[in-house]
């Protein structure tokens, strides 16, 4: 069968072939497994492979499991019966997903061992981290053995392996919500679990078992060592999740329970239907009141921008003054600014300069915040602090509060590379800093390190987003999880990349002369170039919509 399974499996494999599971198959309704939900009608349909006949060959066997693990449901009931009974309670799908970058290669073939070789540039851990790893591969291996005159496969890797599109289809990204170390703000961390593979359940277990590494030092998980839910399940009626924790939750305090029930709202809410959260310890249910929701509300969708005559919110070719900003950057000169999500606290940026102003009822206050050359645009957090970096390689990294009080950081790079752009998260817990380095750039998310009144102490390792590559030429937060940036090709060509953080990313329009992006929640972008012109992203491409402007960005960032 050697020639006849590697053309069979390369095939299969291909992506000409499997992409045309982008639009799998709609075949019935299927149930969520451990994840229970009693509302009827909520269930979407989905795809549902089919298992092996009674006649398979080994080539069947082998293209019918792969063809399987596009179907999470029931634990991936349907891609077990391709295994002996005996490997088939050892197998993980779960363990790995692997997303698929090009065509297989059948490496070997022995009669009974076939060796594979796929191309991949992201995969997804068990517990829903995404990593982008362009241009890996991974060799794997399949055992075959005939049980009762069939063949079964008794050996193979514990992951499942998917085009993009599919994955797409398949797979749901979800934040996992933490408290900082403040218990001021959630912080979210994307992760990818099945659509319909007890996503309740999965995302509950997710929190549970905490942070990821390189965002465990800007944010603290609540739950006692060893907690786990009491059963695996997690049960939704009526749009309430009911989750019971085992006796381990006992001892956690009280006063932290409220956090607890925010943070479990506002992870599950991810999950379509879900409005409300009940907690019980040992099938107990808990009295538990209602806390912060830790959660900012939804900033405005207009963009800002800098003229010589003050800021303005846009909204297509109108503007909107926002009050007590003519003056201050009239007298200094502003060339480029930041401004709270209220639109009462303002850093401008001048000619080697940066300062601070408190807007409202009692006139405007103006404060020196940095004097060093080659100053960046400012960002702010939302406990207000200014924070300023220099072009200058080797500049350290500035906080600055309302009160004046200094926050030194070393660059996180060294001595010999220059940071080019910083913006900060909604939430102020992760920095997104651009930097070149040896003549190419990078975008890296930094986790900000701060104490329990929320006072910065410093970054920690950075998290690259590699999606970026090293062309990079702005970056501005779109949501929570999404960073937008203007990136160049090999050619010089200028165009827009989404990415979240902690996911995959998207190519978007061509722009020209870019010089700042902002991007609102639903997706409406917008690029300022050298001239000063600002572009709007329309169904058929990019509008002006004002010229003559400085600057450009969303209020909050």
């Not at 829903?128 to 069939?150: D, H, N, W």
């Not at 085992?246 to 709202?265: D, E, F, G, H, I």
């Not at 910065?456 to 940036?485: E, M």
Request: charged share 20%.
């Amino acid at each position: 069968m050697s020639f006849k399974l590697i053309r069979f499996l390369a095939i299969l494999i291909s992506p000409l072939l499997l992409s045309a599971c982008a639009t799998l198959p709609n075949l019935a309704a299927n149930q969520l497994g451990p994840e229970i939900l009693t509302d009827a009608g909520t269930e979407a349909l989905y795809y549902s492979p089919a298992g092996p006949s009674e006649k398979a060959t080994q080539e069947q066997i082998i293209t019918g499991f792969l063809y399987a693990g596009n179907g999470p449901q029931d634990d991936y009931a349907v891609a077990r019966e391709f295994l002996t009974a005996s490997f088939s309670t050892k197998w993980k799908p779960s363990a790995e997903t692997l997303i698929q970058s090009g065509e297989a290669k059948v490496i070997s073939n022995t009669g009974t061992k076939i060796r594979m070789e796929v191309p991949f540039d992201a995969r997804v851990a068990q517990d829903g981290t995404y990593e982008a790893v362009p241009k890996s591969s991974r060799f794997i291996e399949f055992r075959l053995l005939q049980v009762s005159g069939k063949w079964r496969i008794s050996a193979a890797p514990n992951l499942t392996i998917l085009l993009r599109p599919n994955f797409g289809l398949l797979f749901q990204p979800v934040s996992v919500y933490f408290w900082d170390q403040a218990l001021t703000h959630l912080v979210p961390e994307l992760r990818w679990f099945p659509t319909k593979g007890a996503l309740a359940t999965r995302i509950t277990n997710a929190l549970i078992a905490g942070p990821s590494p390189w965002l465990e030092p800007a944010v603290q998980n609540l739950l006692p060592k060893g907690t786990k839910l009491n059963i695996n399940s997690v049960t939704v009626t009526a749009g309430n999740a009911e989750v019971d924790f085992n006796a381990v939750a006992l001892k956690m305090p009280t006063w932290k329970r409220p956090y607890l029930r925010s943070q479990l709202l506002a992870t599950l809410s991810e999950v379509t239907g879900i409005i409300d959260v009940t907690i019980s310890i040992q099938r107990t249910v808990q009295e538990i009141a209602i806390g912060s929701s830790g959660l900012s509300g939804s900033p405005s969708n207009l963009p800002v921008v800098l003229t010589k005559d003050g800021l303005f919110h846009i909204a297509g070719s109108t503007t909107f003054q926002i009050n007590d900003t003519q003056k201050p950057v009239q007298e200094l000169d502003a060339k480029g600014f930041a401004i709270s999500e209220d639109e009462t606290f303002l850093a401008l940026l001048g000619d080697n300069t940066v300062h601070s102003y408190t807007l409202g009822l009692i006139g405007v206050k103006d404060k020196l915040v940095d004097s060093r050359s080659k100053l960046l645009n400012p960002t702010l957090d939302p406990y207000n602090q200014v924070w300023t970096a220099s072009a200058v390689k080797g500049a350290d990294i500035k906080i600055i509060d309302k009160a004046g009080g200094l926050v030194v950081i070393p660059n996180p790079y060294g001595s010999g590379s220059a940071i080019r752009g910083i913006t900060m998260s909604p939430e102020g817990s992760r920095l997104a800093v651009l930097h070149d380095y040896y003549n190419r750039s990078t975008v890296d998310i930094f986790p900000v390190v701060r104490d329990k009144t929320g006072k910065v102490t410093g970054l920690a390792p950075r998290y690259p987003l590699t999606q970026y590559g090293n062309s990079a030429t702005a970056i501005a937060w779109v949501d929570r999880v999404t960073l937008a940036g203007l990136i160049k090709d090999k050619a010089g060509v200028q165009s827009l990349l989404t990415t979240m953080v902690g996911g995959d990313s998207v190519a978007g329009r061509t722009t020209s002369n870019g010089l700042a992006v902002a991007s609102s929640i639903g997706g409406n972008h917008f690029y300022l170039d050298s001239n000063g012109d600002v572009f709007a992203s329309k169904r058929f491409g990019w509008e002006k919509t004002l010229g003559e402007v400085l600057a450009l960005r969303m209020a909050g960032q």
